[in-house]
T-cell receptor, first 115, second 112 residues
């Protein structure tokens, strides 16, 4: 399977714990995006990478959130000291084009539940 | 401010009816891209179409068609002869600068 994969698919954690999610993009894609989607809403942009460089961060991304893409391939999104408001689906997407922004290919998402 | 509005929260139609999903966007950029995505019950977003701001040609792909009108800042999506498998949440999205903005989505239910 050569699509975008995300792990884990589901994560349940207690408030205050740290969690880390992983995204493996389509192999030749140089751009990688993270979004958050809450029930009944559209995805909200969090951040994106071009290769290993993090080029844009939404103001939604508080200092408890950090994302990395160390080798320009897979990416991790870490949330420290989770809060109940962090409960959401976290989506990863990748794309190839640097200029025309061809379609983004989305992964299945990681559903986070903070108790 | 950049914004995407999908005024229809939910639509229900009977199979074989035509249905149009509305999308209105706001942007000050002259160069931007508009997208439609489908999110079926399985949850994974599926790309349907991308249109850049300089291309106002309407597009048809099978039962799907899109009407882009810059004068009204609208990018509407029509499904002809709807099928049960079309049941999903449909998102319109705007790409400008370095950011994507998604609309709140329209939940389409196609009844047999």
């Amino acid at each position: 399977d050569t699509g975008v994969s995300q792990n884990p698919r589901h994560k349940i954690t207690k408030r205050g714990q740290n969690v880390t999610f992983r995204c493996d993009p389509i192999s030749e894609h140089n751009r990688l995006y993270w979004y958050r989607q809450t029930l009944g809403q559209g995805p909200e942009f969090l951040t994106y990478f071009q290769n290993e460089a993090q080029l844009e961060k939404s103001r939604l991304l508080s200092d408890r959130f950090s994302a990395e893409r160390p080798k320009g391939s897979f990416s991790t999104l870490e949330i420290q000291r989770t809060e109940q408001g962090d409960s959401a689906m976290y989506l990863c997407a990748s794309s190839l084009s640097e200029t025309s922004h061809n379609e983004q290919f989305f992964g299945p998402g990681t559903r986070l539940t903070v108790l | 401010a950049q914004k995407v509005t999908q005024a229809q929260t939910e639509i229900s139609v009977v199979e074989k009816e035509d249905v149009t999903l509305d999308c209105v966007y706001e942007t000050r950029d002259t160069t931007y891209y508009l997208f439609w995505y489908k999110q079926p019950p399985s949850g994974e977003l599926v790309f349907l179409i991308r249109r850049n701001s300089f291309d106002e040609q309407n597009e048809i792909s099978g039962r799907y068609s899109w009407n882009f009108q810059k004068s009204t800042s609208s990018f509407n999506f029509t499904i002809t002869a709807s099928q049960v498998v079309d049941s999903a949440v449909y998102f319109c999205a705007l790409y400008y600068g370095q950011n994507f903005v998604f609309g709140p989505g329209t939940r389409l239910s196609v009844l047999p």
